[in-house]
């Protein structure tokens, strides 16, 4: 049998490598020149102001949250097609979290579902402080409405766009914050491009940009201008707020600005694989991801749906064949409510029945920039089979 082909995959160059031995031999680990250099790039990149890297895109959902000021009474709503970082980073916040159902064609928060769900708080003062939309697969959400339904109210918004960096909206980069205030990306091997592990923090607002940072690394601060001691020495620091060491170390921040280079390259890769596979899968029983025409991809999954009353077998069955078949394919992602940590905090099936739905059909393909076309077509091919008779 052929090899085991996973669904994600990081390309690690031999360029990446040495610029992280480089780290390894200069004077700083953590905290030198290569993670300032690397949050300048990324902002760049995105066209945001602001870039504020942290140890993994939970961290950064986390500091995001406390920049906003999340706290206990608060509320905080997501999708539930998410991974369960997304809520969680909320919850360590001690506020409460509410899921919006998805809208069934871009598996995204619902923009009218949003605004409903708004007015219905409205009248009982149960509205959110921050709504965190999350792009799926790496499709933007349609965050003009998104962004129209949450302002009515003056309710922030935090994008989990840990799926789409390299992704676009309405001709900009996603991270450029247009319609948030913030966006995060994650850097996980899994992810378009990685540091091991690692997340950035992008906003167009330099206070909230700050309150990240200070969030990230204890909540101490050594800048004279925030310091409130008159004259103070040079050993001297002040910890204003209750942070956390969160931060991301230059020899993460190296692999990442190397890979940086290649992000286009990557995309490019994971659009070709999107599209042949959109075109093999054109006469199977199997939904393929539709793409709005305001968002470009960037392809971090490509997630087939099988068709229940088409399709030669059931979801699980077609899902567990290609596994036996080496075909690494996944479930991306089980709705967070359905987890028992959740029911236990009080939510029970069918609170998102789009979600549900998804989530009964769903199945992950491999995709990522190092697949073969050889492998591509041995995954298209497995689908085939499982899935007609
Ligand atoms: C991967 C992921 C995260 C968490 O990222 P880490 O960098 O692993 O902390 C959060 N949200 C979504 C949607 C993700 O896919």
Known sequence: MAQFIPYGRQSVSDQDIAAVVDVLKSDFLTQGPVVPAFEEA???YCGAMHGVAANSATSALHI???????????RV????????ASSNAALYCGAEVDFVDVDPSSYNMCPAKLAEKLEVAAASGTLPKVIIPVHLTGQSCDMVAIHQAASRYGIRIIEDASHAIGA???????????FSDIAVFSFHPVKIVTTGEGGMAMTNDGELARRMASGRSHGVTRDPEFVQLEDPGQWYYEQHTLGYNYRMTDINAALGLSQLDRLTEFIDRRRAIARAYDEAFADLPVTTPRQHPDAASAWHLYVVRIN????????RAVFEELRAGGIGVNLHYIPVYLQPYYRDLGFS???????????SQAISLPMFPSLTDEQQGDVAAALAQAVSR
């Open 42 to 44: 990324v902002a760049s």
């Open 64 to 74: 995001a949250c406390m920049a906003l000021d999340v706290g206990p009474g608060d």
């Open 77 to 84: 709503w997501t999708s539930p097609l998410t991974f369960v």
């Open 168 to 178: 676009s909206y309405k001709s900009r980069f996603v991270g450029a914050c247009e």
């Open 308 to 315: 229940p009353e088409r399709a030669a077998k059931p979801h």
């Open 349 to 359: 099936p069918g609170h998102c029945p789009e979600a549900e739905a998804y989530y």
